[in-house]
């Protein structure tokens, strides 16, 4: 079973900065997507970054220019560098990874549930 701890959440101000950290506890594949989602109480779950075995990356538009998904494969430690936080960046940012496809192959359509892995959540809270 693949486990996923996030860590690095906590309180900011505007236009502060944060790095998320993510521990996969073990090989997933050689082909996968990883990746950070957030959720906002009352709203749904939303994909924030994407980054697959082949270093390619997604990220929404909201999160752009300001936002930084990478890995070290050799600890196996997914990140979220963020930066210039806003308020509405506050919400439960949740790791995520699946194998069945790529960032390269994403659905159509894909959303939150077709990630087969999950973490327990790190909260982000951004004041104005």
């Known amino acids: 079973q693949v486990q996923l701890v996030e860590s690095g959440g906590g309180s900011v101000q505007a236009g502060g900065s944060l790095r998320l950290s993510c521990i996969v506890s073990?090989?997933?594949?050689?082909?996968?997507?990883m990746g950070w989602f957030r959720q906002a109480p009352g709203q749904e779950r939303e994909g924030v970054a994407l980054?697959?075995?082949?270093?390619?990356?997604w990220y929404a538009d909201s999160v752009k220019g300001r936002f930084t998904i990478s890995q070290d494969n050799a600890k196996n430690i997914l990140y979220l560098q963020m930066n210039n936080l806003k308020p509405e960046d506050t919400a439960m940012y949740y790791c995520?990874?699946?194998?069945?496809?790529?960032?390269?192959?994403?659905?159509?359509?894909?959303?939150?549930?077709?990630?087969?892995?999950w973490g327990q959540g790190t909260q982000v809270a951004v004041s104005s």
């Open positions: 073990r090989f997933i594949s050689s082909r996968y997507c």
């Open positions: 980054i697959d075995n082949d270093d390619n990356t």
């Open positions: 995520a990874a699946d194998s069945s496809f790529t960032v390269s192959t994403l659905p159509v359509g894909w959303n939150w549930a077709y990630f087969g892995y």
